[in-house]
């Protein structure tokens, strides 16, 4: 029998059981739509994910003390923490940085006029440090090299810490409040770019300084961090472990210092991202499942209806394998014609909010090529056991049929 007349054959039976055949087929417009949507919703929130992590800054090192010495007791007695050389150090050996700076972190209690005292986080750092950490100033300006040098008691401040003490980001500029005792005046307000997942130094209540000046206040040479900003996010892998190579060669052999970067973070982050999407999309692929068993349902219902039609054909000489033929292409249109409008479905959301707004939602291609294999998959496999009980009938009881 040719393609063309089952074909013919398969149309002719679903003109005749139109509603029957269509709510059949919603099964796998729903299934397939499904995975095209749950696809999407997981390749945007993984875009989301890594954007945010991007945006903390991707290109930078962060450099810590991790302790000195074999034995608890060596780590706590040698000593043998970062300093302002080893910054410079790495600076003149590491073409690859671009920015750096160290970051001395004080608990002082700060006092505003009227005798409030307010325990506060107070970090030293230097100009460079609002490039390498993506802050931005909402008010004000962030101190410069000029103010570094020239040892001036100038500070930003964290929109809560503004908020709380003086209303308001505009409010806080130009106030004065005093370290240790010394007169310190805001020049700024600053937020982080994006919250870092609590890696971040940074509390909700900080004042930033200059290093210069914040130095003086401890009395020694010693820094909490170091960050170092790469002029790409390809050197960062090596950049990090020539960083250690570098401040280790400064120390003693048993002192442990440790470079973190965020793109163990990306990684991670990206493959948790993936791992929920495949889940996700096995979930869809139950609705498609349960479409199945409604295809299988229909065409048993379909060769029970037919049965007579069955004996004639075979009584004209229709072989086995074309009454098999032709009541599994009957399950495959089904599926597949399903599978097509919710493909077409699915690809509406992305595609619509491409068109009418500005954000480009991003979408595979790939699913839409999973989703319509997965429908023909499952109109094979549904429709093979309704098709092989058509075409093993004895033509002599069909006929009998009534």
Known sequence: MLMSEI?????????????RFMLTALGMVIGTASVILVVTIGMTGKQYVLDLIQKIGTNSVELEYAGGGTTPAERVRYNDYLTRDDEKAVDQQLPAVMYSSPVLAMHDSISFGGGVVKDTLVLGVDPDYQKIRNLIVTVGRFFDQTDDSAH??????????????????????????????????????????????????????????????ARYFTGTERVNQIYFSMRNMAEVPDAAKEVVRIVKSRHRPTSVYKAQTLGDLLKTAAEIADALTVVLVLVACVTLAVGGVGIMNIMLANVRARIREIGIRKALGATYREIKLQFLTEAIIISLSGGVVGTLLGLMLPLSIRFFTDYALPFSWLSVLIALAAATLVGVIFGTVPATRAAQMDPVEALKYE
Not at 188 to 202: P, W, Y
């Open 7 to 19: 074909l013919k054959l398969a149309m002719d039976s679903f003109k005749a059981s139109k509603t």
């Open 152 to 213: 001036l008691h100038c500070a930003v401040v964290t929109q809560p810490f503004a908020r709380e003490r003086y209303g308001s980001d505009d409010e806080a500029v130009g106030q004065t409040f005093e370290i240790q005792g010394i007169p310190f005046t805001i020049i700024g307000v600053f937020k982080e770019a994006v919250s870092d997942f609590g890696q971040s130094e940074i509390e909700d209540e900080t004042i930033l300084v200059p290093f210069s000046v």
